[in-house]
């Protein structure tokens, strides 16, 4: 099949540190090409991609302090994809709702993978277009009440190869926090927790320029150096090291989480997850095998010893059979069939 894939411009495909939809888009992109598909990346100038990179910037948007009108190069990047629809089979969009509207006056289907949630404002453009074919990234992503044509749920997946396995946690014992700095993460969910069990807790994750008075005003007080430690936003390797060695994972969403990539990267270093029950958490989490999953604050505190004692390689060994590449590759390819079989069954 002759591909395009649509990732946002903010971040590089991969991305340099944090980014989860830029790092699924990446090991797709990748992974497909392997597979022998004609693949094009629209994504900014500075990606690293087995298939050929389109791009209207030559870096991150995120990194270029000059830019002052981020949408203008969306829009240019969404107008090459789109004037040239007629060389590929499928497009698949992975930036919401802003191919919708172009994505409406080419014969080429687009798919549209949801990384997100929906709000009152888009909403309504998600309802204009609610004929187009979606793909979610968990069931509980779904807004039946929208009537959204869904084809597909299609868990994301990761590189297990480069998530080494540890059989033992490091020593002194720590739990381990992960994600953007922002109250819908729950990183002030998760410093109670730790200071409630008497355990030190480890954080990383990047602040973004609308969390950061978040960040300075109600989490950085929180933040001693000892007990409760911000090791800023680090690298793969950082984030593998810091997973690995961690006796649990912290996943206390405020919000419906869509899918949440750290719970698969912490399990498959061994480390078990506990989370809180909103969104995805029970999907991606086996409860009592590979992590728990709650419903307060309380009873995440209370079943820190439990999760302490789970068996590491189940957890590894789950990831490795339910989250990987090739199981996330296999049901994207299913679903672009899918959706070019429909197309040739109603011409």
Known sequence: ???????????????????????IVHLLTDELVRRGHDVTLFASGDSITKAKLCSVHD?????????????????MMLADVYQNAHHFDIIHSHIGYLALTYSSFVKTPTVHTMHGIFTPDNEKIFGRYARQPFISISESQREPRLGLNYIHTVYNGIDTNTYPFCAEPAQPTYLAFIGRFSPEKGVLEAIK??????????????IDVVDRDYYHE?????IDGEQIQYLGEVSHEQKVELLGGAAAT?????????????MIESMATGTP??????????????HGKTGYVCHSLEEMIEVIP????????????????SFSIQSMTDEYEKAYKMVLEKLERND
């Open 1 to 23: 099949m002759k591909i395009a894939q649509i990732s946002p411009l903010w971040e590089r495909v991969p991305p340099f540190r944090y980014g989860g939809i830029e790092l």
């Open 59 to 75: 870096q991150a948007l995120r990194l270029d302090s000059k830019i002052k009108e981020p949408a203008m190069y969306e829009q």
């Open 193 to 206: 927790i730790a200071r409630d069990a008497g355990l030190p807790l480890k954080m990383a994750g990047k």
């Open 218 to 222: 109600k989490v950085e007080p929180q």
């Open 250 to 262: 912290l996943f206390p969403i405020t919000w419906r989480e869509p899918f949440g990539l750290v």
């Open 273 to 286: 997850v506990i989370g809180m029950g909103l969104g995805s958490v029970p999907e991606v989490i086996a």
């Open 306 to 321: 439990d999760a302490i004692k789970l068996d590491r390689k189940t957890c590894r060994d789950y990831v490795v059979n």
